[in-house]
């Protein structure tokens, strides 16, 4: 009775497994995989590591959100604050002000003139 229950939770574990490389495949990043499932960023990254699943971290010039830098330009073209950028993106400012720099983009001066 017991093998037959470690085998149906080695089963489990190799179909998780399966599913979490098929979304590395598709090109999901961790933080949305880990969003998408209701999981921790660290929880996904903790079972891919233990496991050597083959997910690079998608960090550089792209921030935790997946945004890309033309994400941030169109927003820059369009008028809009840093702080506006980053309220429509669902990033920080200093997100939004790390991009601006990178890419030499240029936002409004969101500051308010007295």
Known sequence: MI???????????QE???FLQRMANE?????QAAQ?????????SYMV?????NWP????NHGRKGHKPDDY????EAGFSKAEAASEL?????????????YKLNFRDGRRKI
């Open 3 to 13: 093998n037959e229950w470690n085998e149906m939770k080695a089963r489990h574990e």
């Open 57 to 60: 971290i998608r960090l550089a």
């Open 36 to 44: 998408l499932l209701g999981k921790n960023t660290s929880s996904i």
């Open 27 to 31: 090109g999901y990043s961790r933080s």
């Open 49 to 53: 590591n233990k496991h050597k699943l």
């Open 90 to 102: 669902g990033v920080h400012w200093n997100t939004v002000d790390e991009m601006a720099r990178v």
């Open 73 to 76: 330009r169109k927003l820059a």
């Open 16 to 18: 998780i497994l399966g």
